[in-house]
């Protein structure tokens, strides 16, 4: 069945581009979550590691990622390769008819990342961008009870991890950049997703803590087009505890909340109040599940091909202003 073509059957059949330390998480939910997905292969840069995945999900190994998408049976793709590689193989998928789940970032920078919007226009399949943070349980607690706070006064999101073993994370020519392109992503996609307003300038400083090429290690101030909010970003990739604190300040009160560590807290005055929440959820499975419903549904993706194109303009700019030292716009495609 042509990518191209309304998809009305139940059951889809996968390629899974990219099965690394990240990948295999889609790997995972698809073998044992998803039913009514068959993964019909898989291309890793290691074949040997790739030839044993297939074996353990039961399904092709290719030998290059070109021959999993000449495959006519396969409808969609996941993708999940260091961001260097995303704009041929989105293009090639595009021109193959598959319709495309993308791991961000999107690109490496915003000329490619508009040349693969313009691609996926032109032959008329449909990708999605994989922001997977959008689908976290703490997050989206957080969104629904912003308009609890009156006018927003000001956000400020941190992300912090231990320094990455992925190697190829510190190589410039796959990465296409450090912490701010990789992770800072997420923060400027939640920024959008939570408060509604699109970022118009950055201020934004850098330093290396343990890689030597890309940088590990950032802040930034950011300004929105429509609203007096100010938002401070934080990211690093030099510390031996994980965090990913949400703060959000509004003139009726206060959110304070931790989507790695699942808790939440409302501020009224002096009161600190507890929020209850459920179970962490997976979110790469939320994904998966959200990309599959809409190709079957024939309804809008929920984070979409602008979606990723905004997020890399904005950490463009975050480049753009540690280098320069001032204050820079963000240039939206």
């Excluded at 990219?18 to 292969?41: C, M, T, W």
């Excluded at 990789?182 to 699109?198: A, K, M, N, P, Q």
């Excluded at 419903?293 to 984070?303: A, M, R």
Aim: aromatic share 8%; charged share 25%.
């Amino acid at each position: 069945m042509s990518g191209r073509s309304t998809i009305m059957e139940s059951l889809l059949r996968f390629g899974l581009i990219g099965v690394g330390r990240h990948g295999s998480r889609y790997a995972k939910h698809i073998n044992e979550d998803f039913p009514q997905i068959d993964l019909i292969g898989l291309w890793r840069r290691n074949a040997g590691e790739g030839k044993s995945q297939a074996r353990q999900y039961g399904c092709r190994y290719f030998r290059t990622y070109s021959d999993l998408l000449a495959d006519k049976s396969i409808d969609a793709v996941v993708v999940v390769l260091p961001p260097a590689l995303n704009l041929s193989v989105c293009e090639e998928a595009a021109f193959r008819g598959k319709h495309i789940l993308l791991e961000k970032p999107m690109a490496i920078n915003v000329r490619e990342a508009v040349r693969i919007r313009q691609t996926i226009s032109r032959y008329g399949v449909r990708l999605m961008v994989s922001q997977t943070l959008r689908f976290n349980a703490v997050v989206k607690t957080v969104k629904a009870r912003i308009p609890q706070l009156g006018s927003l006064h000001s956000i400020h999101l941190s992300q912090r991890f231990e320094p990455s073993p992925l190697a190829w994370l510190d190589r410039r020519d796959l990465s296409g950049g450090g912490i701010i392109l990789h992770t800072g992503v997420h923060s400027f996609d939640l920024l959008r997703f939570l408060t509604g307003e699109e970022v118009d300038k950055v201020s934004c400083m850098i330093n290396r803590v343990v890689t030597r090429d890309t940088e590990d290690n950032f802040s930034a101030i950011m300004t929105f087009e429509r609203s007096n909010i100010i938002a401070s970003v934080m990211g690093s990739r030099g510390t031996k505890g994980r965090n990913g604190l949400i703060e959000v300040a509004g003139e009726d009160g206060q959110l304070i909340a931790d989507h790695v560590h699942n808790h939440f807290y409302e501020v009224r005055g002096m009161e600190l109040r507890p929020i209850e929440l459920g179970s962490p959820v997976p979110t790469v499975y939320e994904a998966l599940k959200a990309f599959y419903d809409s190709l079957c549904g024939e309804v809008p993706f929920p984070v979409t091909i602008d979606d990723g194109v905004i997020a890399v303009a904005i950490a463009e700019a975050c480049y753009r202003s540690a280098e320069t030292g001032t204050w820079e716009n963000v240039s939206y495609p």
